[in-house]
């Protein structure tokens, strides 16, 4: 299915005449009756033992259904089971719903509270009773991973949370016989996802047919179903989740969280009245999993022309208090994609996770690809500073040639085209007159820099060689006896607009107007498995299932329309509105009917048109490209202003135009917040000083330049649409792409390296400090 | 998100407010635009019990021309830097008036320009929307843009009390980070600016990136006669506990010639003797650099302007 | 204590009780059950809770429901009144240019482009970005809406209306 630039693919989605006109239901706009409201008490200190907690004087509160300590979590487990990981060394300390004895982290809930309105809750919160002894937090991972750093956690003898180590190759003789070693130290601070939503969730106990029914903001309704079943202890089918409207999750709503179970805890015991609690942004910023938080040093083993012979990464994972429910996701993946498009011919990667006392860190957009090729594309920059070579040429020179090649954790990549993405993003950007540019200016006293970064992403998992779970979706498709059709899908959606690209390979291959299709997705009743969304692949992937299914379902029709036809399925040909065989045609509403009546069906064509398939990716799948960015910085503030930005990205055969390009815009966004304004800050006793948007940044549309973007179309071999991942290629090249650009803008100072955000204040003193050498 | 709970209350006449204030001093707070007040009743950092909303009082959301009268007995005596002939009459500018709406004024845009282009670059436009000059005095936030201007254009602060009225120049007004003069039973009826600006004024403002408020700020309203500066005053806001003139580059500045733009380093030290904020937005290191930097930008605009 | 309160939202008078400390945007969303003016923050800065108050643009957050007694108010849901209603030209062009993902910030983007539109219908890139200073989208990177907006602005393209440079 190859579609060139024509109107059709354009076609705007169709649920969003329901966006645009405010008719989208998300997770508090639900309406019930008799809702009961939540409110949640936190811990104010990163680690301290609790000591006490009274709810007495909180039931008595006006308003008060229920006040739950954990003393009250006896009818569940009390947390959420861990899914399988591939790291090793993985330890994970005792944690509940609600904390037993200690906390580990400000925020971490405490005490829940369940009130006829959101206000009374709110004020009875007051009334919760709490006596904690402080003790000593330890914020920062590299000094967790101390010998005597106090622990995060009274139960563990440390603070080590996992390691990782995986490699290729003999690295030390790499080492040995480079001409030049360049080695970078970096950081990635937290982030914090901030989708515009804020969590939120609603529970219902039905007694009368014994079944919990949780609407959540969540990524993942099957996997949340599978934790809440496990934790509550019931059986998977007395437990349905529905994801309605969701706003936004890029990560943050992919693990099963506290507040989930806790409601679901409240219902069990308030049923049937339904059970409600939403995050406000303070909550969010709080104790939502934050993204990132990897301090890396990477290790360049180089010949004098350029050449990687070798390549180390050693990091430390910034865990937080805890593991989340799928544990060191991010670390994994950094593993998988150090190294990046490049030919990397011996690599040794290292990562320790460390517990800290803050709130857990888990999958941010461009989950720890993002850390790998920023380190990749900065190392690379460094390199050829020091080498004296052009970085466009230093990558040219270390491309992979293979179409498929292994990084250091052993699953075969699909290695694109990453030298033709660098060729169309050097002529979309007329690559000559913008050095011109920057030449002109510069003599002018101007700081103005360019930089680039080339990636290659690992999407749709394939993390480890280690791995024993395949990455799977499942898609459907049913046709109704009047011809409407109905497409499932077991991936969710937070905006990113699956259901057009589905909607539009089913219409394809059944031959109707995507109009009269029908996707439903989100609620584990309709559909009954599905992985949700992460890492990029609800098209290759269950946009693949989807394929399958409606092939079936034509098929199928096919052969109804033989048996109606009464002519071998072989002579049957589709045509406009039907079927035809010679001069006879059926049409497509018969062939519809028949098949749900059944009146004339042989016995080898059962009836019914309904098909379900759990598809199982070949491998990771992979995208690929290169970004530009043009800044200038003012030398007096250190502002940077990021004039323009190009980006060169391949996405394989792509269904949904419209939905691609929305993706890459909106993930270059979040790369330019990442690299320009947002950073997750806590103080050294564990207090989060970015608590509001008013001092955590994001990007608003005065930031932003017009982005331009040009595309390839290098089919991906991994699925049979051709299909590569969109969702997080911008969260990962925008940022190194943007590092490489201002340190090219401080070149007259000397400057090696900036760590990410790039805030004034620290592009000032980077200026002045060279000032004061007399650089 | 849930404020505390407390009355309102929407008096029709100032007595009615004066009253209402009297009677409940500290636990009364005064509404107008809201963005100062209403956010931290949210957070419960304000937990008043009872709000007096001035909106229904008529005559309070007005800008009026102010033609120079004879100085009341109870005024401070007029800035000699913010002096000088052939400038006509000044504003007064209602607890009321918007932000928007001053921005929009005809006779703001020629009497004061810079006090509009201030104005404009407030928040963003639903703040400017409702927001107000004295609401925002009023909360005191150190990081707000008005104090800047206020400073330059040496306003005034007209409060009522059951004392009678009184004026109070803005430097004293604002005592510290969101601390003003205002005693419990007074309320803040009007700014005033005595006497217009001239053209060669200008405000520049280096924005926080998370909430646009003035990380560093400089307002210079530039006398000029000929082909020299004959008087300037500078106004910084943002960088300090309270918003300052910069009377040490004000006079270094005096006599320079306009065509040689800003004499260089004559805004070093501006903010020495000053309580330099210092804080998640920045260093007082960096403040302090700011500082400079946006007073050298606003003269150098408003010279531009001249 | 109750205030009975008195506001006209999308033409319709509505009347209520209210405690002081509601905000207008409960108001809309928990007594009128209109859904589509959002609350995304509590520091007045993400701008999901805008609507048109007596003309302005307004975060509803930041109102107590009582200061908008006796006020006119339009909602998102207001420019469509019925399932069938067409399209206002922003929500229309919205639509055309991805100017929305997850829709959570649209109600905000919508109302705040109408009224910049109003005030000013040839209005350029930069003009359009400035307008969206207090509205927050996480999702689309803001191009789309930019895009949007001028497809219904006036402006003329040419240097005058074309691409804009970011300010970090």
Redesign the interface.
């Known amino acids: 299915m190859i579609h060139e630039e024509a109107e059709a693919v354009k076609a ?2 169709v649920e ?2 329901a ?8 997770v ?2 639900i ?1 019930f009756d008799r809702l009961l409201y939540v409110e949640i008490l936190r811990s104010r200190h990163a680690h301290a033992r609790l000591l006490r907690v009274d709810a007495a004087r909180a039931r008595a509160a006006p308003g008060v259904a229920a006040a739950i300590t954990y003393a009250d979590l006896e009818s569940s487990t009390g947390s959420f089971p861990l899914a399988a990981s591939r790291v090793d060394d993985l330890r994970q300390p005792a944690r509940s719903f609600l904390a037993r004895d200690e906390v580990g982290f400000v925020g971490e809930p405490v005490a829940a509270v369940a009130a006829e309105t959101r ?1 009374a809750a709110r004020d009875a919160l007051e009334a919760l009773e709490v006596d904690y002894e402080p003790l000593d937090a330890v914020i920062e991972p590299e000094a967790a991973l101390e010998p005597d750093a106090p622990r995060a956690h009274a139960s563990l003898p440390d603070n080590l949370a996992f390691r990782l180590e995986a490699g290729l190759g003999d690295v030390d003789a790499a080492f040995r016989g480079a001409d030049r070693v360049v080695r970078l130290a970096l950081q990635s601070p937290r982030l914090a996802a ?5 969590r939120g969730a609603v529970a219902q106990w039905l007694p009368a047919s014994e079944e919990l029914i949780l609407w959540s903001s969540t990524q993942a309704p099957h996997l949340l179903r599978s934790q809440l079943a496990a934790t509550l202890q019931l059986r998977e089918s007395a437990v349905r989740v529905i994801a309605p ?4 999750g ?1 990560g943050s709503k992919r693990s099963a969280y506290a507040e989930e179970a806790l409601v679901a805890i409240l219902a069990r015991r308030l049923a049937p009245r339904p059970v409600k609690w939403v995050e ?3 909550e969010n910023l709080l104790a939502t999993v934050h993204g990132r938080g990897q301090s890396a040093e990477i290790e360049l083993a180089l010949r004098a022309d350029g050449k990687i012979l070798g390549l180390r990464y050693d990091a430390v994972v910034d865990v937080g208090a805890y593991h989340p429910s799928c544990p060191a996701a991010a670390p994994e993946l950094t593993a998988a994609a150090i190294g990046g498009p490049y030919r990397v011919p011996a690599s040794r990667v290292s990562l320790r996770g460390a517990f800290t006392n803050k709130v857990p860190t888990d999958a941010y957009r461009g989950a720890g690809r993002a850390e790998a090729t920023l380190a990749m594309e900065r190392v690379l920059d460094a390199a050829a500073v020091e080498l004296e070579l052009d970085p466009i040429e230093i990558r040219r020179a270390n491309f992979t040639r293979e179409a498929v090649f292994r990084p250091p954790t052993g699953v075969a990549l699909d290695a694109g085209d990453c030298p033709s993405a660098l060729d169309r993003l050097l002529s979309a950007c007329a690559y000559a007159s913008l050095r011109g540019e920057q030449e002109a200016r510069r003599n002018a006293g101007e700081l103005v820099g360019i930089g680039l970064a080339a990636y290659l992403d690992v999407c749709a998992g394939g993390s480890s060689a280690r791995a024993e779970a395949v990455v799977w979706e499942t898609g459907g498709v049913r046709v109704g006896p009047a011809g409407d059709v109905e497409v499932f899908t077991g991936t969710s959606s ?4 699956q259901e057009a690209a589905l909607a539009r390979i089913a219409s394809e291959i059944l031959g109707v107007p995507p109009e009269v299709v029908r996707v439903r997705r989100g609620d584990t009743a309709a559909i009954h498995d599905g992985r949700g969304v992460a890492g990029s692949r609800s098209v290759a992937v269950g946009g693949s299932a989807v394929r399958e299914a409606a092939r079936r379902i034509d098929a199928k029709l096919r052969s109804v329309a033989a048996a109606l036809l009464r002519v071998p399925v072989e002579y049957v040909e589709r045509v406009d509105g039907g079927f035809a065989c010679g001069g006879r045609r059926v049409s497509r509403a018969e062939v519809c009917l028949e098949a749900h009546r059944a009146a004339s069906l042989p016995a080898d064509t059962p009836p019914g048109l309904e098909e379900l398939v759990h598809y199982p990716a070949r491998g990771p799948i992979s995208s690929f490209g290169a970004h530009l960015a043009f800044v200038s910085v003012d030398r007096d503030t250190g ?7 190009f980006a060169s990205d391949d996405f394989g055969r792509v269904v949904d135009l ?2 691609v ?2 993706q890459a ?6 790369g ?1 917040g990442q690299a ?2 947002e950073e997750v800050v806590y103080d050294e006793s564990g207090q989060l000083l970015t608590s ?3 001092e955590y940044a ?10 331009v973007c040009s595309r390839g179309e290098t089919p991906s071999t991994m699925n049979p649409l051709g299909a590569r991942g969109a969702g997080e290629a ?1 969260a990962i090249a925008a940022p190194p792409a943007i590092a490489n650009a201002v340190v090219d803008a401080l070149r007259e100072f000397g400057v090696r390296h900036v760590d990410l955000p ?1 805030r ?1 204040e620290k592009v000032w003193r980077l200026i002045r400090a060279a000032e004061e050498r007399g650089d | ?8 209350r ?1 008096p029709r006449t100032v007595e009615e407010a004066l009253a209402l204030l009297a009677k409940h001093r500290e636990e009364a707070r005064v ?1 107008t635009g ?2 100062g007040l ?2 931290a ?3 419960r950092q304000e937990t008043p019990a009872l ?1 007096v ?1 001035l ?1 229904r009082i008529p005559g309070l959301g007005d800008v009026e021309p102010l033609d120079p009268a004879p100085p009341s007995p109870r005024a401070a005596p007029p800035d000699p830097f913010c002096g000088g002939p052939g400038r006509s009459g000044g504003l007064r500018i209602g607890a009321l008036v918007t932000h ?1 709406a001053l921005a929009e004024a005809p006779t703001v845009r020629s009497r004061c320009p810079v006090l509009a282009e201030v104005a404009a670059l407030i ?5 400017r ?2 927001g107000t000059l004295v609401g925002s005095i009023c909360h005191g936030d150190p990081a707000a843009d008005y104090p800047a201007v206020l400073l330059a254009l040496g306003a005034r602060v007209l409060i009522a009390s059951p004392r009678g009225e009184r004026l109070a120049e803005v430097a004293e007004f604002i005592q510290g980070p969101f601390e003003t003069a205002l005693e419990p039973d007074e309320l803040v009826l009007a700014v005033e600016v005595d006497r217009s600006a001239p053209a060669s004024s200008a405000y520049y403002k280096v924005r926080r ?4 408020f003035a990380l560093a700020a400089a307002a210079a309203v530039v006398e000029i006669e000929g082909e020299r500066i004959r008087s300037c005053a500078i106004g910084v806001t943002g960088v300090t506990t309270r918003p300052f003139r910069a009377h040490a580059v004000e006079e270094r500045l005096v006599g320079a010639l306009c065509a040689h733009g800003f004499p260089e380093a004559a805004a070093r030290g501006a903010s020495d003797g000053q309580s330099v904020l210092d804080d998640i937005h920045a260093s007082a290191e960096y403040r302090a650099h700011l500082a400079e930097v946006c007073i050298r930008r606003a003269v150098e605009k408003a010279l531009s302007r001249r | ?1 109750k ?1 009975p309160v008195a506001i006209t939202v999308n033409g319709r008078e509505r009347r209520g009780e209210v ?3 509601t ?1 207008l945007v409960q108001f809309i ?1 928990e007594e009128l ?16 809770c ?1 609507v048109i ?1 007596d003309g ?4 509803s ?4 429901a ?2 908008a ?1 006796g006020s006119t108010v339009l ?3 207001g ?2 009144p019925g ?1 069938d209603a067409p ?1 206002h030209p922003l ?1 229309a062009a ?3 240019h ?1 100017a ?8 905000g983007m ?1 109302l ?1 482009l109408k ?2 539109l109003e005030r000013s219908p040839a209005a350029a ?1 930069r003009e ?19 895009k949007a907006a001028l497809s219904v602005s006036t402006v003329t393209s040419g240097p005058a209306g074309g ?6």
Do not use: W
């Open positions: 705007p989605r969003d005449r966006r645009v006109t405010g008719s989208t239901l998300y508090d706009d309406p206000a901030c989708a515009l939503e804020t409207e969701v706003g936004g890029f406000s942004r303070r937070q905006g990113q607009g502002e940077v202003r990021l004039e323009k930005y419209l939905r390009e929305g815009l909106g993930g270059i966004a979040q330019i320009l304004l509001t948007f008013l994001l990007p608003r549309a005065s930031h932003l330049p017009l982005v911008g790039l004034p | 998100m849930i404020p505390a709970a407390f009355e309102y929407a509404l809201g963005h209403i956010p009743l949210k957070l709000v909303d909106r928007r928040g963003d436009p639903q703040v929307s409702v990136s998370a909430s646009g | 204590m205030y405690e002081a400390r905000l969303r059950r209109l859904t589509a003016t959002r609350v995304g923050c509590e520091t007045s800065t993400c701008g999901a805008t108050l302005s643009p307004v975060k957050c930041t109102r107590l009582v200061q007694d909602t998102l849901e420019l469509t399932t399209l929500q919205f639509c055309e991805h929305l993902q997850c829709g959570f910030c649209s109600a919508v705040v009224d910049l890139e359009v970005r400035a307008a969206l200073d207090g509205n927050i989208c996480r999702c689309t990177g803001y191009q789309g809406i930019v691409p804009g440079e970011g300010r970090a």
